[in-house]
């Protein structure tokens, strides 16, 4: 028997990430931010001196990446530029591809004693798990999601103007949504859940509320 998906998606800091790490936590899941993979993809390019506009060389690095590959927790993965050149080595086909046996592989055998998979991106619930158990698409107005990134980037002591991180917040959302492969668009049968107003404990109750009514599993405590 085929062990629980749940699939969740979402433009940039629609708080996403934060869901799906307590959905897993929640259930005794495995998570994989699936996001981290584009944004190694990403960096290793641009280490390597490459353009991050060069489909060839992004599409070789896509195919050699493993699951235990340092660079899937490196701290340059966080960083703004990283975000960018992620987006667009998202844009390539080859690179998409094949990622896309990665993100399978994770949820069909998820890692050590999980007893099933959340994954987060921006085409789970569309491309890569269909079939989930369940799927939800968290977003948040625009404005809501600059001013939270916004935060994390004056928590962590990084300088920021916060015209640049709403026009670049923009500008990623545009790329996302508008790319012929896999764009960023709810499916069908997901569930969305606009953030805009609530903070993370109220997400995280909205969340298993729908999970259990689509698949009748319980939480762990
Ligand atoms: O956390 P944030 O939403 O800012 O970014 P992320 O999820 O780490 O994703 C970085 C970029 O990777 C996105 O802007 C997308 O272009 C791309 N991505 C994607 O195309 N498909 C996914 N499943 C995940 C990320
Ligand atoms: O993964 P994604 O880029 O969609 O967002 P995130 O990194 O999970 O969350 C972005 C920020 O929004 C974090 O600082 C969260 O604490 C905050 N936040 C949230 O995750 N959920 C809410 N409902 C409200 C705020």
Redesign the pocket.
């Known amino acids: 028997m085929s062990l629980p998906v749940i699939a969740i998606?979402g433009?940039?800091?629609?708080g996403?990430?934060t869901l799906a790490r307590r959905v897993a936590a929640a259930y005794g899941f495995a998570h994989l931010?699936?996001?981290?993979?584009?944004?190694a993809v990403g960096v290793l390019l641009l280490r390597l001196g490459k353009d991050p506009g060069d489909a060839d060389a992004a599409a070789k690095i896509a195919r050699a990446l493993k699951p235990d590959d340092t660079i899937l927790t490196d701290p340059d993965l966080r960083g703004d530029e990283a975000?960018q050149a992620?987006?667009q080595v998202?844009v390539v086909p080859e690179v998409?591809a094949a990622l896309l046996d990665f993100q399978r592989g994770f949820a069909k055998h998820p890692p050590g004693d999980a007893r099933g998979a959340v994954l987060?991106?921006?085409?789970?619930g569309t491309v890569?798990c269909p079939d989930a158990d369940a799927k939800l698409f968290v977003t948040a107005s625009v404005e809501v999601r600059a001013d939270r990134r916004l935060k994390e980037l004056q928590e962590r002591g990084i300088p920021a103007i916060p015209s640049d991180v709403l026009e670049d917040m923009k500008a990623?959302d545009a790329?996302?949504s508008q790319r012929a492969v896999?764009p960023l668009r709810p499916a069908g049968d997901a569930f969305v859940l606009d953030t805009s107003a609530m903070n993370a404990e109220e997400a995280l109750a909205a969340a298993i509320a729908h999970i259990g009514s689509k698949t009748g599993l319980g939480t762990r405590r």
């Open positions: 998606d433009p940039a800091a629609s996403k990430g931010d699936t996001g981290s993979l584009y944004r975000a992620a987006s998202a998409r987060d991106g921006r085409d789970i890569i990623r790329r996302d896999a």
